[in-house]
């Protein structure tokens, strides 16, 4: 491979909550240290441990060559940047540049989105397992959270459950959605024929969607991104579509995420909302990381980062099907995380989650509690690390804890 995704990256020190906040008192949901003898193998928080394409940091430096930082418009290139990743990734054609807008990060742009389609207290349809970040931005809002439980089909493949949904949608009469494509935490990217059905649900509802599709470039195994708002000109017109390359690209620290928004009347309404704060401005060194990762070097990168993360998820599945017997996983089609139900494992050996959770923490496999996530007894799993530090965490896991 051109680029590398072998070497350990050391990240200590260097301001990474994956390292940093272990074992660090107040610091969330963050694993506790591990004995004398294990080094941290950060598996928890859903960023990557490799280095990013080298565009980027090379992009941040020729802008910061220029020592001033002031006021500054955003180039046509940014825009442009966007529109042709969307072209030749997702298929999408058309999108102008007065159809996507700058975003602080994904979930300020679900807030916003919220506060366009709902008034307070007002009811939101998720599914679950639901990603934390939205059910924290719903409580701390004061919206109410309604589930539709996903449902793992014959194959176990997990499927969305229209009858409930549309039930739900009609006793709480909600009218505003967020859907999870590709999913979070279960990995699923949704068929074409699938979004068109949710879509299809909402529309006979009057549902609005906001569509959280950051995500999007992290295919495996050749799956492919269908965006919400290509499967109908209803679902065009009816979703408020949010990107970014924090995720692809290992980019969260630098804040950066874009809406892609069709509906005129709907774009200004949150506009207007994003912008009585005053506090959704963009950073200049975001916008040139940006256009480093939508650079041709940046779309080699990625093709090669999916072969990767499928060969990681190859490697943890198959170790969980013929090494762990009681733990259940679906293998993930997108994403590079992994959502494992130990609630067999826990019957069988005795233990409640919480002390198997504890047990790989304590042999610095630093996995993450998947029960925030809704998902009872689960495991959330990192595998964006090279493939020897995913062999080492499963060494340890099969020695000390399994």
Same mark, same amino acid.
Request: glycine share 8%.
């Given at each position: 491979?051109?680029?590398?995704?072998?070497?350990?990256?050391?990240?200590?020190?260097?301001?990474?909550?994956?390292?940093?906040?272990?074992?660090?008192?107040?610091?969330?949901?963050?694993?506790?240290?591990?004995?004398?003898?294990?080094?941290?193998?950060? #598996?928890?928080?859903?960023? #990557?441990?490799? *280095?990013?394409?080298?565009?980027?940091?090379?992009?941040?430096?020729?802008?910061?060559?220029?020592?001033?930082?002031?006021?500054?418009?955003?180039?046509?290139?940014?825009?442009?940047?966007?529109?042709?990743?969307?072209?030749?990734?997702?298929?999408?054609?058309?999108?102008?540049?007065?159809?996507?807008?700058?975003?602080?990060?994904?979930?300020?742009? &679900?807030?916003?989105?919220?506060?366009?389609? $709902?008034?307070?207290?007002?009811?939101?349809?998720?599914?679950?397992?639901?990603?934390?970040?939205?059910?924290?931005?719903?409580?701390?809002?004061?919206?109410?959270?309604?589930?539709?439980?996903?449902?793992?089909?014959?194959?176990?493949?997990?499927?969305?459950?229209?009858?409930? #949904?549309?039930?739900?949608?009609?006793?709480?009469?909600?009218?505003?959605? =967020?859907? $999870?494509?590709?999913?979070?935490?279960?990995?699923?990217?949704?068929?074409? %024929? %699938?979004?068109? @059905?949710?879509?299809? &649900?909402?529309?006979?509802?009057?549902?609005? &969607? =906001?569509?959280? %599709?950051?995500?999007?470039?992290?295919?495996?195994?050749?799956?492919?991104? =269908? *965006?919400? @708002?290509?499967?109908?000109?209803?679902?065009?017109?009816?979703?408020?579509?949010?990107?970014?390359?924090?995720?692809?690209?290992?980019?969260?620290?630098?804040?950066?995420?874009?809406?892609?928004?069709?509906?005129?009347?709907?774009?200004?309404?949150?506009?207007?909302?994003?912008?009585?704060?005053?506090?959704?401005?963009?950073?200049?060194?975001?916008?040139?990381?940006?256009?480093?990762?939508?650079?041709?070097?940046?779309?080699?990168?990625?093709?090669?980062?999916?072969?990767?993360?499928?060969?990681?998820?190859?490697?943890?599945?198959?170790?969980?099907?013929?090494?762990?017997?009681?733990?259940?996983?679906?293998?993930?089609?997108?994403?590079? #995380?992994?959502?494992?139900?130990?609630?067999?494992?826990?019957?069988?050996?005795?233990?409640?989650?919480?002390?198997?959770?504890?047990?790989?923490?304590?042999?610095?496999?630093?996995?993450?509690?998947?029960?925030?996530?809704?998902?009872?007894? $689960?495991?959330?799993?990192?595998?964006?690390?090279?493939?020897?530090?995913?062999?080492?965490?499963?060494?340890?896991?099969?020695?000390?804890?399994?």
């Amino acid at each position: 491979m051109k680029y590398d995704f072998t070497s350990y990256l050391d990240r200590k020190g260097k301001d990474a909550a994956a390292y940093d906040s272990v074992g660090r008192e107040g610091y969330g949901f963050a694993p506790d240290a591990p004995k004398e003898g294990f080094d941290i193998i950060p #598996m928890w928080i859903a960023d #990557m441990n490799f *280095p990013t394409v080298p565009a980027i940091p090379e992009a941040m430096i020729e802008r910061a060559r220029h020592p001033a930082y002031g006021y500054y418009l955003t180039p046509d290139a940014y825009y442009d940047a966007i529109i042709s990743w969307q072209r030749d990734r997702n298929k999408v054609e058309n999108l102008t540049a007065g159809q996507i807008d700058y975003l602080n990060g994904v979930l300020g742009g &679900v807030a916003a989105a919220l506060k366009v389609l $709902c008034g307070p207290g007002d009811p939101v349809l998720v599914h679950q397992p639901t990603y934390i970040g939205f059910t924290n931005t719903l409580k701390t809002n004061g919206y109410r959270i309604v589930h539709s439980n996903l449902k793992k089909d014959e194959d176990g493949i997990w499927r969305m459950d229209y009858q409930d #949904m549309e039930e739900k949608i009609r006793k709480y009469h909600i009218h505003a959605a =967020i859907f $999870c494509s590709p999913h979070n935490p279960t990995g699923r990217v949704w068929e074409r %024929e %699938e979004i068109e @059905q949710v879509m299809e &649900v909402y529309r006979r509802n009057d549902v609005y &969607v =906001i569509s959280d %599709e950051i995500w999007s470039d992290l295919l495996l195994d050749g799956h492919h991104h =269908i *965006p919400t @708002q290509s499967v109908s000109e209803d679902a065009r017109q009816r979703t408020i579509a949010l990107y970014a390359p924090s995720k692809t690209f290992n980019l969260a620290g630098l804040v950066g995420s874009y809406s892609i928004i069709y509906n005129d009347r709907l774009r200004d309404l949150y506009l207007n909302e994003l912008g009585r704060t005053h506090l959704n401005s963009m950073n200049v060194l975001s916008m040139h990381a940006l256009l480093g990762a939508y650079s041709a070097e940046g779309r080699e990168w990625v093709d090669e980062q999916r072969t990767v993360l499928s060969e990681n998820v190859e490697y943890a599945v198959s170790f969980i099907h013929d090494h762990i017997p009681g733990a259940e996983v679906s293998r993930p089609q997108g994403t590079y #995380m992994l959502f494992i139900d130990f609630s067999e494992w826990c019957r069988a050996h005795g233990k409640t989650l919480q002390e198997l959770k504890k047990a790989g923490w304590d042999v610095g496999v630093a996995w993450q509690d998947g029960e925030i996530f809704g998902g009872k007894n $689960c495991i959330r799993m990192n595998l964006a690390l090279p493939l020897s530090r995913v062999k080492e965490a499963f060494r340890r896991l099969e020695k000390y804890v399994l």
